[in-house]
């Protein structure tokens, strides 16, 4: 009897090992049959059509058209996007110190940054690049024109911009620019202390320990951290910042990967240097991955409250491989959970609807229950769910067409170029006729607001005018596109709020850069108002964690 479960034994792992062989044969044998038609193909496409092919935008545009039907964050990165990545992550660059905007072959500056050289010189937002050195934007290939704007620190630009019909010359030495993750933290009273922290890069970490050490100085004994629309970043990052708060060798997340050296459970590793002081982490719907884990971790283990919305959704980590010839790609490698075990990415790309594009949502009627420390139910899928919810009221597709457009910007360079000044940050607020002036500017001037129906039906025209019917449905053509118009623009009123929100945010980044928003927003941010009362009532506080 022995002898026979031994030899049954021996045959179930021989069948076992021939299949993964087998099955790892025929994976193999698939993936090198792929490559090798994608190779045949692109040499037959590079020797023998008729017109001349570009190699790079062929290999780029299949790449893309591979990835497309996984997560949006695999991506594939060219020399230049590397670089990019570079900047992003390690959190400083030689440059002149704008965000800029290259948009139907134009060059426009979106944002200058305090104290750094675009402002020192004099540019402003709004102002559109029309050369470069000798190199003029119009005649530039490329999506790449705002790159020739960086280089070595101490090396001068020189750039023609119009503002206003007028051409300025202007000369630009460019510096070192670091790029803050704290742009800005300041006591909203005696008592509260209030973080702005907008980014996990390499140097997010040391920024908001030195934050909070101003701050202390300053008498903080209780702290705001807003992440809100704070896309992420670095893993090992929010992992130290979480560090600052809790006990010493506390797990802050675990991410689970089908590579086994990639699947990690990351702990705290120092002494913590504030086990007390009452913490209020704000998150809206931007709120996202890093910045996630930080109110997940800190929720988990009760020590803050969350207040705001609930956040992005998005349980996944990425990893970049180095591919040849200075090209790499991005990739999802795992999920991650909090210390409650939860798991709260949001939509299910597995399951992607191949024909219709659909991404499927976590359903919100079956969420899992997790505990916290001190026991209170936390859930998974959706996001990280808010303590003390700020409810907005939800979009309307006219409004996301407006925030995806670009006719805030525009409207707030109107604006700045009609106003030399305006009242001090703290106190500027818009009123109903400065809504009623950017209601009508949208109306008659030419941006990109336009909402997905109106872009299909204009595609659907053109298609009509090559085939020679437009002349049949001209008139109605017309008549719908006001219709729809009429109603896009009724449908802001519905989120005015938000919508006076966005572009006084927008002005005053233009009057008195991102500091002037945040000092803005101490006197009029609702958020804000409702997480400082919190933290007053230690009381309700208290009870809220336990």
Same mark, same amino acid.
């Given at each position: 009897?022995?002898?026979?479960?031994?030899?049954?034994?021996?045959?179930? !792992? =021989?069948?076992?090992?021939?299949?993964?062989? +087998? @099955?790892? *044969?025929?994976?193999?044998?698939?993936?090198?049959?792929? /490559? #090798?038609?994608?190779?045949?193909?692109?040499?037959?496409?590079?020797?023998?059509?008729?017109?001349?092919?570009?190699?790079?935008?062929?290999?780029?545009?299949?790449?893309?058209?591979?990835?497309?039907?996984?997560?949006?964050?695999?991506?594939?990165?060219?020399?230049?996007?590397?670089?990019?990545?570079?900047?992003?992550?390690?959190?400083?660059?030689?440059?002149?110190?704008?965000?800029?905007?290259?948009?139907?072959?134009?060059?426009?500056?979106?944002?200058?940054?305090?104290?750094?050289?675009?402002?020192?010189?004099?540019?402003?937002?709004?102002?559109?690049?029309?050369?470069?050195?000798?190199?003029?934007?119009?005649?530039?290939?490329?999506?790449?024109?705002?790159? !020739? =704007?960086?280089?070595?620190?101490?090396?001068? +630009? @020189?750039? *023609?911009?119009?503002?206003?019909?007028?051409?300025?010359? /202007? #000369?630009?030495?460019?510096?070192?620019?670091?790029?803050?993750?704290?742009?800005?933290?300041?006591?909203?009273?005696?008592?509260?202390?209030?973080?702005?922290?907008?980014?996990?890069?390499?140097?997010?970490?040391?920024?908001?320990?030195?934050?909070?050490?101003?701050?202390?100085?300053?008498?903080?004994?209780?702290?705001?951290?807003?992440?809100?629309?704070?896309?992420?970043?670095?893993?090992?990052?929010?992992?130290?910042?979480?560090?600052?708060?809790?006990?010493?060798?506390?797990?802050?997340?675990?991410?689970?990967?089908?590579?086994?050296?990639?699947?990690?459970?990351?702990?705290?590793?120092?002494?913590?240097?504030?086990?007390?002081?009452?913490?209020?982490?704000?998150?809206?719907?931007?709120?996202?991955?890093?910045?996630?884990?930080?109110?997940?971790?800190?929720?988990?283990?009760?020590?803050?409250?969350?207040?705001?919305?609930?956040?992005?959704?998005?349980?996944?980590?990425?990893?970049?491989?180095?591919?040849?010839?200075?090209?790499?790609?991005?990739?999802?490698?795992?999920?991650?959970?909090?210390?409650?075990?939860?798991?709260?990415?949001?939509?299910?790309?597995?399951?992607?609807?191949?024909?219709?594009?659909?991404?499927?949502?976590?359903?919100?009627?079956?969420?899992?229950?997790?505990?916290?420390?001190?026991?209170?139910?936390?859930?998974?899928?959706?996001?990280?769910?808010?303590?003390?919810?700020?409810?907005?009221?939800?979009?309307?597709?006219?409004?996301?067409?407006?925030?995806?457009?670009?006719?805030?910007?525009?409207?707030?360079?109107?604006?700045?170029?009609?106003?030399?000044?305006?009242?001090?940050?703290?106190?500027?607020?818009?009123?109903?006729?400065?809504?009623?002036?950017?209601?009508?500017?949208?109306?008659?001037?030419?941006?990109?607001?336009?909402?997905?129906?109106?872009?299909?039906?204009?595609?659907?025209?053109?298609?009509?005018?090559?085939?020679?019917?437009?002349?049949?449905?001209?008139?109605?053509?017309?008549?719908?596109?006001?219709?729809?118009?009429?109603?896009?623009?009724?449908?802001?009123?519905?989120?005015?709020?938000?919508?006076?929100?966005?572009?006084?945010?927008?002005?005053?980044?233009?009057?008195?850069?991102?500091?002037?928003?945040?000092?803005?927003?101490?006197?009029?941010?609702?958020?804000?108002?409702?997480?400082?009362?919190?933290?007053?009532?230690?009381?309700?506080?208290?009870?809220?964690?336990?």
């Amino acid at each position: 009897m022995k002898t026979r479960f031994k030899k049954l034994g021996i045959i179930t !792992l =021989l069948i076992a090992f021939l299949t993964i062989t +087998v @099955s790892f *044969k025929s994976d193999f044998f698939e993936i090198a049959k792929q /490559i #090798e038609l994608y190779t045949s193909i692109f040499k037959e496409l590079n020797m023998h059509y008729i017109d001349e092919v570009n190699p790079t935008q062929m290999t780029n545009n299949a790449v893309k058209n591979m990835l497309k039907n996984l997560d949006p964050y695999t991506k594939y990165y060219d020399e230049q996007d590397v670089e990019d990545y570079k900047i992003k992550s390690r959190g400083e660059y030689g440059g002149i110190g704008a965000k800029s905007l290259f948009k139907d072959n134009r060059l426009f500056i979106r944002e200058v940054y305090e104290g750094n050289p675009a402002a020192k010189a004099g540019l402003k937002a709004g102002d559109e690049i029309i050369k470069i050195n000798d190199i003029w934007v119009k005649d530039y290939e490329g999506n790449s024109i705002s790159a !020739l =704007l960086k280089g070595l620190p101490e090396t001068k +630009v @020189s750039v *023609k911009v119009k503002r206003n019909d007028k051409t300025i010359a /202007i #000369e630009i030495t460019r510096e070192t620019i670091e790029i803050d993750p704290v742009p800005f933290y300041e006591m909203i009273d005696d008592e509260v202390g209030y973080i702005a922290f907008v980014k996990f890069n390499k140097k997010a970490a040391k920024r908001v320990k030195e934050a909070y050490q101003d701050l202390k100085e300053e008498g903080m004994q209780k702290l705001i951290i807003d992440v809100r629309s704070n896309p992420g970043g670095l893993l090992n990052e929010v992992v130290k910042i979480v560090n600052y708060f809790v006990p010493k060798d506390q797990i802050v997340v675990t991410t689970k990967s089908k590579v086994k050296k990639w699947s990690n459970t990351y702990k705290t590793r120092q002494e913590p240097i504030d086990l007390e002081i009452p913490i209020v982490i704000l998150v809206n719907g931007r709120s996202a991955s890093a910045s996630e884990i930080l109110a997940g971790s800190l929720q988990d283990l009760d020590r803050a409250v969350i207040i705001g919305e609930r956040s992005y959704g998005k349980g996944l980590v990425q990893r970049t491989r180095k591919l040849p010839y200075g090209t790499q790609i991005k990739l999802t490698i795992s999920k991650y959970y909090t210390p409650s075990g939860r798991c709260i990415q949001k939509l299910d790309y597995t399951n992607r609807d191949l024909k219709t594009g659909i991404v499927p949502k976590f359903d919100a009627k079956n969420r899992n229950i997790f505990k916290t420390l001190n026991g209170r139910n936390v859930y998974d899928g959706g996001g990280i769910e808010p303590d003390i919810k700020v409810e907005k009221l939800e979009k309307t597709i006219g409004t996301k067409a407006l925030f995806a457009s670009d006719a805030i910007f525009k409207f707030a360079t109107k604006y700045q170029h009609e106003h030399k000044t305006i009242a001090n940050a703290a106190n500027f607020i818009l009123n109903d006729n400065d809504y009623q002036s950017f209601i009508n500017f949208v109306k008659t001037e030419e941006t990109t607001f336009k909402t997905e129906t109106e872009k299909s039906f204009e595609k659907a025209f053109k298609k009509a005018e090559n085939e020679k019917y437009n002349h049949i449905i001209n008139s109605g053509y017309n008549q719908l596109l006001q219709q729809i118009n009429t109603k896009k623009i009724t449908d802001l009123n519905t989120n005015k709020q938000e919508v006076l929100e966005r572009i006084t945010d927008e002005i005053l980044k233009q009057f008195y850069y991102k500091k002037g928003i945040y000092l803005n927003k101490f006197s009029h941010d609702k958020t804000i108002v409702k997480a400082t009362n919190l933290l007053k009532n230690t009381k309700k506080y208290t009870k809220i964690l336990q």
